[in-house]
């Protein structure tokens, strides 16, 4: 079997960041996100909810197994009965993240006329400050880690503070091409906790726009020879993969 490639390594490591979750609901926002939350049910983490991408909550694994329906769940009722009680782990995209985990999917620029007009906070700050939430990076730059966001979406660690909603507020991880970071920094800052094969610490400092945490980097954990199974004969065999993060 071929050596495993840096999307490979990128999918296993957003299937890590639903392990211990248990039975909650997964969003994996993404096609690498959906991927590591596939590959983390066929695996570790049997009891993760899954939908269909719409409404339907899935006993089965989407896209691999015939569907089985064991719930409906619309939009409102996912933000009446499961973002309010942190039975949740979404994962979403970030066109700019801060050192203390502030997204922003919503504007580049100034607020009042801003350069770029994108999706808008969504549910963004429901997300942050009820329940836990990583985020996806597909291509890590100093655009993307910024020193400061232009617009805050979703919630970091010290503007959670400022307001009092420190009691569910949970910002877990970053995934990007490069490696993974959390906020186990001083003061929640963000951290780097491991490269990709092939990625220096050095190259990801470069690529982020504010000094990081670098007191305890690691090697991120290539795949399993099961996991590399699952991943080019199983979930994606098209290799779509590799066209969202080249090696």
Not at 23 to 46: C, D, H, W
Not at 61 to 78: K, S
Not at 106 to 121: F, M, W
């Amino acid at each position: 079997m071929n050596a495993p490639t840096r999307a490979e390594v990128a999918a296993v490591a957003c299937a890590e960041l639903f392990r211990g979750d248990g039975e909650i609901v997964a969003s994996p926002m993404g096609l690498l996100p959906a991927l590591g939350a596939r590959l983390a049910r066929l695996t570790f983490e049997p009891d993760l909810l899954l939908s269909d991408g719409e409404a339907l909550l899935l006993a089965s694994t989407p896209g691999v197994e015939e569907p089985v329906v064991e719930g409906w769940q619309p939009f409102r009722r996912m933000l009446d009965t499961v973002v309010p009680h942190g039975k949740r782990h979404v994962v979403m995209g970030a066109n700019q993240i801060d050192r203390y985990g502030n997204q922003n999917i919503s504007a580049i620029g100034a607020h009042a006329k801003p350069k770029r007009q994108l999706l808008g906070v969504r549910g963004a700050p429901g997300n942050t400050v009820n329940h836990r939430t990583s985020y996806w990076v597909p291509r890590h730059s100093t655009r993307v880690f910024a020193e400061r966001v232009d617009v805050v979406s979703g919630v970091g660690y010290d503007r959670a503070r400022e307001a009092g909603a420190r009691r569910f507020h949970d910002v877990h991880r970053v995934v990007t091409n490069l490696g993974v970071l959390d906020f186990g920094g001083p003061e929640h800052r963000m951290r780097l906790v491991s490269v990709h094969p092939g990625v220096t610490v050095a190259e990801v400092e470069s690529s982020t726009g504010f000094e990081l945490d670098t007191t305890a980097v690691g090697e991120s954990r290539p795949p399993t020879a099961e996991e590399l199974r699952l991943l080019r004969e199983v979930l994606d065999p098209t290799a779509s993969r590799d066209k969202e993060v080249p090696s």
